[in-house]
C-alpha cells in the first residue's frame, strides 16, 4: 500500500502538469505527467538529478516537497524524520496535484 506526503486531501488528484524543481541552487520548472515519477521527469528534462536503487531503498534520491502532494508505492528508505520533514524518494513519487515544489538541496 501506498503512502501520501503532502499539503491537504481536498485537492488531491488533480491532473499533473508541472514540477518546479530546485538542485544545485537553482529552480527548474518541467513537465511531469500522470503517473510519472518526478525523479523520471526530472531526467526527461536533463537535470541529472541523483539516484541509484531506483526502487525506493536506498533513499540517494530523496528531495524535500516544499508544495503539492505525491504518493509512493515503494518508501523503505524513509525514516520517521524523512515523514515529518515531507522528505520524498522522488524515484517513486508521483503526483497527486497540478503541480509541485520539490528541493534536492534541503536534503
Ligand atoms: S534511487 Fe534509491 S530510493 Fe530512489
Redesign the pocket.
Known amino acids: 500500500m501506498g503512502v501520501k506526503i503532502g499539503t491537504s486531501d481536498s485537492i488531491e488528484n488533480e491532473t499533473p502538469e508541472s514540477v518546479t524543481i530546485r538542485i544545485n541552487g537553482k529552480e527548474h520548472k518541467v513537465p511531469c505527467v500522470e503517473g510519472q515519477t518526478i525523479?523520471n521527469a526530472a531526467m526527461r528534462s536533463k537535470l541529472e538529478p541523483?539516484?541509484?536503487?531506483?526502487?525506493?531503498?536506498?533513499?540517494?534520491?530523496?528531495a524535500r516537497l516544499v508544495e503539492g502532494r505525491i504518493e509512493m508505492e515503494?518508501f523503505?528508505?524513509m525514516h520517521e524524520d524523512d515523514f515529518k520533514n515531507k522528505n520524498i524518494?522522488?524515484?517513486?513519487a508521483v503526483l497527486l496535484t497540478k503541480t509541485a515544489v520539490i528541493d534536492y538541496d534541503a536534503c
Open positions: 525523479f541523483p539516484a541509484s536503487c531506483v526502487g525506493g531503498v536506498c533513499g540517494t534520491c530523496m515503494n523503505d528508505a524518494l522522488t524515484c517513486q
